[in-house]
């Protein structure tokens, strides 16, 4: 089994707990590591950086990463399409940013967040981006014409987290005004609103079935949510500090916490073990323009009214379970080598005939995990999708040409993008000018 994590030590930490606990250590960042995620099929890691830097690595002992920056602040948070290709990036720069995982090229950005976004997530069948910014709003994004399509605000406090439920109907939001929200993206309404913390909420995790959500917090503990019941059930103590992520497994058996007390907890749930092969079968093939439901329907606000109140449980395994893995794991150090700088205009060229695709860092996130090399060198030679030099109906200085017109684009577009929110807070400085003359015309007529 294996999990990973990223910290303020700059490290990705890659941990395989069984036969026998040891870790692997990937060096490579030059700032505090912010998220990390593996790819739908485990054979390719995404990491974001306070180094502006968005990294993809092979989890294996070779440590060889390519690097992508466009980002022009910290990267706050990436995530995978459930398919695999493609990745999307959030930042202090205030966009997202969507890249093409075949091709390792930057696609396009997304322009309406007016403050830090923390976070971007994919829907399940990929054709939705939801993210949440310091500005004070989850903002929908369609990713096939790339605008966005709904917007959710809130007056309190920000979101920090939000991630769409297993089969995209809902998304939860983690609130820095400590509550958890359940919101239903059809019939645009809030279904759920849980203030369960007494610290602000850092990250939710859906168990794979959607009937429970797992929420981490800087009140130091975990609180396990029954979506169908709309109560709490279980709370968790095992950190010392603010808890900042929590993540369950695929098959939902098994969930991980990372806190400010650098520890990382491995828990074990009571919940009934799903194929994650199924659950994700079953979730690409869903439609998001069915018939409105009713709320009832999904998850009810309040307990069924034929069931008694039941009390919650605490857990804290520091007094109720016996840590057996008390020796640290040893640690192997893995420094990123080969590692080539892509920006959102490299163009990347084909391995040797003779070198396996699979040391090759093109697009491993879709390949499968048992190809054999004897089937992915024939699948390298057999590769026509990438025409050879020789063979380009564009030559290469035209290809060149375009590549840099995109390149003055993207950074047009950033531009402009300023542009707009400097526009926007000139305009409310004028308001705010207009507003006290009208207030010291007022007083002005009264005392006449």
Not at 317 to 340: C, G, H, N, W, Y
Not at 356 to 361: D, N, V
């Amino acid at each position: 089994m294996l999990t990973t994590t990223a910290s303020w030590d700059t490290f990705l930490m890659l941990w395989n707990c069984k036969p026998q606990a040891r870790a692997f250590r990937y060096v490579g960042h030059k700032d505090v590591v912010t998220s990390v995620q593996f790819s739908p099929l485990g054979n390719l890691l995404a990491s974001a950086s306070r180094d502006r830097t968005v990294r993809l690595w092979i989890p294996d002992k070779r440590g060889k990463s390519s690097e992508f920056k466009a980002h022009t602040a910290p990267v706050r948070s990436v995530d995978f399409s459930a398919d695999g290709q493609f990745l999307a990036t959030a930042s202090e720069d205030k966009s997202i940013k969507v890249w093409n995982m075949y091709r390792q090229r930057f696609l396009y950005s997304l322009y309406r967040h007016t403050h830090w976004v923390r976070c971007a997530k994919f829907s399940p069948d990929g054709r939705l981006i939801v993210s949440c910014s310091e500005d004070k709003t989850i903002k929908i994004w369609d990713t096939t014409n790339k605008q966005c399509v709904n917007n959710f605000s809130d007056s309190v406090g920000f979101a920090n987290f939000v991630d769409f439920n297993p089969n995209g109907t809902c998304i939860a939001s983690a609130g820095s005004d400590h509550t958890v929200k359940i919101w239903d993206i059809r019939v645009n309404k809030l279904l759920q609103h849980y203030q369960v913390h007494s610290g602000g909420v850092n990250c939710v995790s859906f168990h794979p079935s959607g009937n429970y959500i797992i929420t981490a917090s800087s009140d130091g503990t975990l609180k396990i949510l029954d979506l169908l019941e709309g109560r709490l059930i279980y709370t968790l103590q095992g950190h010392t500090g603010p808890v900042f992520t929590v993540s369950f497994s695929k098959g939902g058996e098994l969930f991980s916490s990372g806190g400010a007390d650098t520890q990382v907890l491995l828990w074990r749930t009571n919940f009934d073990y799903l194929n994650c092969k199924d659950m994700i079968k079953r979730n690409l093939k869903r439609l998001h323009f069915d018939s409105s439901p009713h709320l009832v329907d999904i998850y009810p606000r309040t307990p069924h009214p034929h069931e008694g109140k039941i009390e919650t449980v605490e857990i804290n395994p520091k007094l109720e379970v016996i840590d057996l893995q008390t020796a640290s794991p040893p640690v192997v150090d893995i420094l990123s080598f080969d590692s080539t700088t892509t920006t959102d205009t490299t163009v990347r060229t084909l391995p040797d005939k003779g070198e396996e695709i699979s040391r090759y860092f093109l697009n491993p996130s879709l390949l499968s995990p048992d190809c054999s090399p004897a089937a992915l060198k024939k699948k390298t030679e057999d590769m026509s999708d990438i025409p050879s030099e020789s063979q380009r109906s564009i030559p290469l200085a035209v290809t060149d040409a375009l590549e840099h017109i995109m390149e003055q684009l993207n950074v047009l577009t950033q531009t402009v993008s300023i542009l707009e929110q400097r526009l926007t807070l000139t305009e409310d400085k004028l308001k705010d000018c207009l507003e006290n003359q009208q207030r010291l015309f007022n007083v002005i007529q009264q005392k006449s």
